[in-house]
């Protein structure tokens, strides 16, 4: 069975921190591309972040570069999501994703909300 499972959102003030990660199983993940999307409310799904097998390649997105870190385990089959410096922007869903080629899978998401 496929999963892939986020954990660590939660309630952050301006200017905190966050770690989220992402952990999968059911599939060999040393095999895929690995990105983490968000989604806003009212807003459309888009991508944060993202990170090549095995792990030597990465990119953030311009509106949180500098900011959020993405990395890899591909003994433990986890990713990484590190994010400094949130900003009220940063309230929204947070999901992990695995892709390679035309397969893609998700996970459920976790909620990162950052307001004083």
């Known amino acids: 069975q496929v999963q892939l499972v986020e954990s660590g959102g939660g309630l952050v003030q301006p200017g905190g921190s966050l770690t989220l990660s992402c952990v999968a199983s059911?599939?060999?993940?040393?095999?895929?591309?690995s990105n983490w999307y968000r989604q806003a409310p009212g807003k459309e799904r888009g991508w944060v972040a993202g990170i090549a097998s095995p792990g030597v390649s990465s990119n953030t997105a311009n509106s949180v570069k500098g900011r959020f870190t993405v990395s890899r385990d591909n003994v433990k089959s986890t990713m990484t999501l590190q994010m400094n410096n949130l900003r009220p922007d940063g309230t929204a869903v947070y999901y992990c994703n695995a892709e390679r080629g035309s397969t893609r899978y998700w996970g459920q998401g976790t909620q990162g909300t950052v307001s004083s």
């Open positions: 059911g599939f060999a993940f040393s095999n895929y591309c």
